[in-house]
């Protein structure tokens, strides 16, 4: 009887192992579930170090979900009591040797918390409290976890420079990471259009770059301001020492962000002296780029050094982040100073001289015993000896880096960027462009293909940056960095499987009960019912998904609103003509999601086969070669999921009809947005052919038709009658002199290519 009995314990100890997922964001490496729960009751005992911040943390913490003193603190273990112990000889079943490693084992009597040191510790009590927030009656399932990290930077961004937030506000940002177990917090500090950092030897970079004298508003095609002063609002260094502090109390290292040598606008209007020209400056009041930068000269290096030292004073991280992104580099091409530098150093250009100023800056950080890191424009010219980039155009500046033995960490903007778009466009507060769903950030893998087993361990980690352009208030950051925190969080720690995305995303809603109690105005884009489009035989089918029960889908095709007696969602729609398609999710009869509404504007092209000689951007290429024929016609306010954007590339596309088709119509649409560096096409040819070999061009515009156009390029190209055609678009190339990021390749945007 003993031996059935041990069978029967063992059989369902392996159901419980294969069959039951605990609510944890991120998901531990190695998870054995038990028999038996352990039971939080008045009788509960706390055991460990009183004085230890981890054990505070803890108790803090454990209050605020048992408000009521469940029991007196004391040293002696007994019957059902919760234990935090360090072991710095700790041992475990990951093959991973971080100082994050953890122990946690629940049995019927206890709970016991074991860290290799202080930091692994702290990580134990997050899983621990996620367990008991998402328990049932205090009931928590015993169990043994072993756990460390993947990645030893794990990393979110704020950009409180375009809009400002709170001591309180950034405590709580930092909070949420150390909540979901990540350990670095990226402060842009410094911007066009304010510096927030007090800086004692230069008081005017607050109080006069602190502000500005209005904001940008609205869409930028817009062009709208609200005509509202902004600020003065900046930090002071008793404030900076208290985040830091709070930081490390929570083991995230605050790595501050002090821009050069471009986004200077607001050090410059303090100090024009350290420009190219004489000026004058005010700090930006629209987003993007611009051409006034720091001018190579010792006086803004000294000045640069001197404000280092103090950021330095300030922040004990062994980085510090110095920008070197969007450089233009009209003014050092217009300066006597700069040129005679170049050849003075023997630089090759002005390329060189952006590489010669990182140079200089790292040299000096690195007499400090730091060292620096800047987003991967630093690579131009060559990297700095010591110097580690963050990888944001893409993973290439990653790749370069780690193959020539220098760390990156990966934050490429189309699946980190958290001011992108989450869901549809059309039913989410404006947002920078772009269109960065749950399930993209979830399937990103840090490691990039390219790199072997080597050049791999150079990758640091993974980071997510989120850009204050379009975000107001605190609400609002809250909004745009969950649930895609929860997907970054598995992604950093390592245990995310995108085949696994469903089981995912139930415990990302379960998740949502913990933020509701916290009042956190997360999201809900996940209960929306979202579409994709296919191609089907005669064009395009549009299919629904939902992450709830799919039966719940109504949509209409008449332009009315659906309710709950709306048609049911079963199958793909076909979709023949133009037409709109809106749809909803509804549970007992009620709506529960936004209306989603798809409108279809179909042609000769829609749905067919297309190849493209050049990709588009990573992170504008959502949908690929097939969203130029799926019969959607982009939003210009909204750069998300409809448009494709090329950087310094031309648009070749060959569509393929399947027969010779009948048409005399071709027209397409690029988009125009000086600011953000997209230009229109600088020309266009269309090309048919009967073999896809032999083409003959039929029709070709310019520049000043396109213009002209407004974006929108309908061709009369007579009567045609072939089974492929093909479209050249040509991109503007190098930006000229006197436009935002002048000398940089200009960003071509396409939408669908049609025929009639």
């Known amino acids: 009887m003993k031996r059935f009995l041990l069978v029967f314990s063992l059989l369902i100890s392996a159901f419980f192992c294969t069959q039951t997922k605990l609510n944890l964001i991120p998901y531990p490496q190695k998870v054995e579930l038990k028999i038996g729960n352990f039971e939080i009751n008045k009788n509960t005992l706390f055991v460990g170090d009183k004085k230890s911040n981890e054990y505070k943390y803890f108790i803090d913490n454990f209050k605020k979900i048992y408000p009521n003193d469940l029991s007196k603190n004391i040293n002696k273990i007994k019957p059902n009591f919760i234990s935090l112990l360090l072991n710095k000889d700790l041992k475990i079943d990951t093959k991973r040797e971080f100082n994050s490693n953890y122990i946690l084992n629940i049995s019927d009597e206890m709970i016991v918390v074991i860290g290799k040191n202080s ?62 177990k990540l350990n670095t917090f990226h402060w842009h500090l410094t911007d066009d259009q304010g510096w927030r950092i007090e800086i004692k030897k230069y008081p005017k970079l607050t109080e006069v770059g602190a502000k500005r004298k209005e904001s940008m508003i609205g869409a930028y095609v817009d062009n709208i301001f609200d005509g509202k002063p902004y600020g003065p609002y900046f930090y002071t260094q008793e404030q900076i020492k208290e985040v830091v502090k709070y930081a490390q109390d929570r083991h995230i290292t605050v790595v501050p962000e002090i821009e050069m040598p471009g986004h200077a606008l607001a050090a410059l209007t303090a100090y024009p002296e350290l420009a190219c ?32 030292d103090e950021v330095m004073a300030l922040f004990p991280s062994q980085y510090i982040h110095i920008g070197g992104d969007e450089c233009p580099k009209t003014r050092w091409k217009e300066c006597a100073h700069c040129q005679e530098l170049i050849k003075k150093n023997n630089l090759k250009d002005e390329h060189g001289l952006q590489s010669y100023f990182i140079h200089r800056i790292e040299k000096y950080v690195n007499s400090k015993g730091r060292k620096i890191i ?21 993973v290439n500046g990653g790749i370069e880096a780690a193959k020539s033995k220098h760390f990156a960490v ?33 399937s990103y893998n840090p490691i990039p293909s390219e790199l072997n087993a080597e050049q791999a361990k150079y990758i640091l980690g993974v980071q997510a940056n989120l850009w204050t352009e379009y975000i ?46 916290m009042n956190v105005n997360y999201a809900k884009s996940i209960y929306n019912v979202s579409g994709k489009v296919i191609p089907n035989n005669n064009g395009v089918s549009y299919e629904l998904s939902t992450s709830q029960n799919p039966n719940g889908i109504r949509y209409t ?5 659906p309710n709950a007696d709306s048609q049911t969602y079963q199958n793909p729609i076909p979709v023949s003509k133009s037409m709109t398609i809106k749809s909803a ?36 290429s959502f949908g690929g070669a097939f969203t130029l024929v799926d019969g959607i016609v982009g939003n210009v306010k909204q750069l998300g999921k409809t448009w494709l954007g090329f950087q310094g590339k031309d648009v070749i596309a060959t569509i393929d009809f399947g027969t010779k088709t009948q048409f005399s119509e071709v027209y397409f649409n690029t988009l125009e947005n000086k600011g953000s560096w997209i230009h229109r096409a600088k020309s266009a040819q269309i090309f048919v052919s009967d073999d896809n070999t032999d083409f003959k061009m039929i029709k070709e515009i310019g520049k000043d038709e396109i213009q002209n156009s407004n974006g929108k390029i309908k061709l009369n190209v007579g009567s045609q009658n072939s089974k492929y055609i093909k479209i050249k678009i040509e991109n503007a190339g190098i930006i000229p002199a006197g436009n935002p990021g002048a000398d940089s390749k200009a960003w071509l945007f396409v939408d669908e290519i049609g025929a009639n």
């Open 374 to 394: 800047g987003w991967d424009e630093i690579l131009e010219g060559g990297l700095a000896p010591n110097a580690a980039v963050m990888s944001w155009t893409g």
């Open 277 to 308: 020209t004489k000026g004058p400056f005010e700090p930006a009041t629209k987003w993007g780029v611009f051409d006034d930068v720091f001018c190579p000269k010792d006086e803004t290096f000294t000045f640069l050094e001197n404000v280092l």
């Open 557 to 561: 095709l008449d332009e009315t609103e």
């Open 119 to 180: 930091e692994g510790l702290f990580q134990g009590i997050q899983t621990l409290l996620q367990l008991i927030k998402t328990s049932k009656d205090g009931k928590i399932p015993a169990l043994e976890i072993q756990d460390s990290p993947k990645f030893a930077w794990r990393g979110m961004h704020l950009d409180v420079c375009r809009h400002f937030f709170t001591v309180d506000e950034v405590k709580q940002y930092i909070d949420y990471l150390a909540m979901y």
């Open 472 to 517: 107001l208030d605190f609400k609002q950051v809250q909004y745009m960095i969950f649930p895609r925190l929860f997907a970054l969080s598995e992604v950093g720690w390592g245990t995310s499987d995108p085949k696994n995305y469903k089981e995912f995303e139930e415990r990302v809603i379960n998740q949502f009960k913990v933020l509701d109690k």
């Open 585 to 620: 999710y509804f549970e007992n009869g009620q709506l529960k999601s936004a209306v989603s509404s798809q409108q279809f504007t179909t042609s000769k092209t829609t749905g067919k086969t297309i190849t493209l000689e050049q990709q588009p951007s990573e992170n504008y």
């Open 410 to 442: 990966m934050t490429p903007g189309s699946y980190c960027y958290f001011d992108h778009y989450q869901g549809d466009p059309a039913t989410e507060p404006n947002a920078f462009g772009g269109f960065t769903p749950l399930d993209k950030v979830y």
